[in-house]
């Protein structure tokens, strides 16, 4: 496993992230932070692992909204396997803060949801990619300064 992830990082490094951060948006249980951390501690370029990572889970997050969208309650339900908590969880965090809601896409166990709830109540396609981009982008940029003057101080 080890040599499997250090292939990825050497030889598929962004376009490893881009597909890890995409299938990690995608209700699989999956995480890119890891993998943008190591590719940065490696010296990748910081804007362009901020930007692909975002893209990536971006798209992922898309993918969501359009199966809540277009998908019906047997491809959520019965070919996601999403729980009725989570979706319920969701679906009340939206009613509550409404569409400003998905600029925390990014949280694990209700982001993946808020986005298939999304699609369902038919936020518009504009809003929702603006709103959950920012989101993403903002948790990646974050992650990366993190990671850089957390490095700069250890080392």
Same mark, same amino acid.
């Given at each position: 496993?080890? @040599?499997?992830?250090?292939?990825?990082? &050497?030889?598929?490094? @962004?376009?490893?992230?881009?597909?890890?951060?995409?299938?990690?948006?995608?209700?699989?249980?999956?995480?890119?932070?890891?993998?943008?951390?190591? @590719?940065?501690?490696?010296?990748? &370029?910081?804007?362009?692992?901020?930007?692909?990572?975002?893209?990536? &889970?971006?798209?992922?997050?898309?993918? &969501?909204?359009?199966?809540?969208?277009?998908?019906?309650?047997?491809?959520?339900?019965?070919?996601?396997?999403?729980?009725?908590?989570?979706?319920?969880?969701?679906?009340?965090?939206?009613?509550?803060?409404?569409?400003?809601?998905?600029?925390?896409?990014?949280?694990?166990?209700?982001?993946?949801?808020?986005?298939?709830?999304?699609?369902?109540?038919?936020?518009?396609?504009?809003?929702f990619t603006l709103l959950v981009t920012t989101g993403k982008g903002l948790r990646y940029s974050f992650l990366a300064l993190l990671t850089l003057h957390g490095a700069e101080m250890l080392f």
């Open positions: 496993m080890m @040599l499997f992830m250090l292939e990825l990082l &050497n030889e598929y490094g @962004l376009l490893s992230l881009f597909l890890i951060s995409f299938l990690a948006s995608t209700l699989l249980p999956l995480g890119s932070e890891w993998f943008l951390v190591a @590719l940065l501690l490696q010296g990748s &370029n910081p804007f362009a692992t901020v930007i692909i990572a975002t893209i990536g &889970n971006s798209l992922g997050a898309a993918t &969501n909204y359009l199966i809540g969208s277009y998908g019906g309650d047997w491809m959520v339900k019965r070919l996601l396997r999403v729980e009725k908590n989570q979706l319920r969880r969701a679906e009340t965090w939206f009613n509550r803060y409404g569409s400003w809601s998905l600029l925390l896409a990014w949280l694990p166990i209700i982001g993946d949801p808020l986005c298939l709830v999304s699609g369902m109540l038919k936020t518009p396609i504009v809003r």
